[in-house]
């Protein structure tokens, strides 16, 4: 039975990966695409726990590709399920990187990742309430209530540019 709300921290999703040579790209960095993929599925994990059930990915909101993370590093992607729609949630996920050496970890990238809960039809699926309980979390929900009205407005133009041409 799925809950009409859960807490914030519920559905908090951690991956941690070592950066395998076969990550890699020309220069011996984590390629971005194999970033991108590591984002996607820590977001899902927040997206599956709040939801109770499946979630699709329908939007990569934003990737700033700040820093460069080596082969042998560890990569960890923190996701947080900050603001939710009817069936949609806003998904942040952080990036850090460790080097094993000198246990040195640094924040290297945010993303913005939106899923969507469906149900067993494939179509969009009421997720519970969110509720944020710290000031913390009422300060990431406020902020990605904001993000979403903002991106919301770029998809809307986005729409009626596509229906003009
Ligand atoms: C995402 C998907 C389920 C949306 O279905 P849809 O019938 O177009 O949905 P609707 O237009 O009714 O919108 C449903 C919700 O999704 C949100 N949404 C749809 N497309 C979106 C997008 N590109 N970005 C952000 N949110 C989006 C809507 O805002 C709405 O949110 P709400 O329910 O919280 O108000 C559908 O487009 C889909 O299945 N896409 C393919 C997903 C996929 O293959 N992902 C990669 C592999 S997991």
């Known amino acids: 039975m799925i809950p009409?709300?859960?807490?914030?921290?519920y559905s908090r999703g951690e991956l941690t990966t070592l950066v395998m040579p076969h990550m890699q790209n020309v220069l011996g960095d984590?390629?971005?695409?194999?970033l991108m993929a590591l984002v996607?599925?820590?977001?899902?994990?927040?997206?599956?726990?709040?939801?109770?059930?499946?979630?699709?990915?329908?939007?990569?909101?934003?990737?700033?590709?700040?820093?460069r993370i080596p082969v042998g590093a560890l990569v960890t992607c923190i996701a947080t399920v900050d603001y939710v729609g009817n069936s949609s949630m806003d998904i942040?996920?952080?990036v850090f990187a460790e080097?094993?050496?000198?246990?040195e970890r640094r924040h290297t990238h945010t993303a913005h990742v939106v899923f969507v809960a469906i149900d067993?039809?494939?179509?969009p699926k009421r997720v519970p309430r969110l509720e944020p309980t710290t000031p913390e979390e009422r300060e990431r929900f406020e902020r990605a209530r904001e993000h979403r009205e903002q991106a919301d407005q770029v998809r809307a133009e986005r729409v009626k540019r596509a229906a003009r041409a």
């Open 99 to 103: 080097t094993v050496a000198s246990g």
């Open 40 to 67: 996607d599925q820590a977001a899902a994990v927040a997206a599956i726990r709040h939801a109770g059930g499946p979630a699709v990915t329908a939007s990569i909101d934003r990737v700033d590709f700040r820093e």
């Open 120 to 123: 067993e039809s494939g179509k």
């Open 92 to 94: 942040t996920v952080e």
């Open 4 to 9: 009409p709300s859960r807490p914030m921290s």
């Open 30 to 34: 984590l390629f971005g695409g194999e």
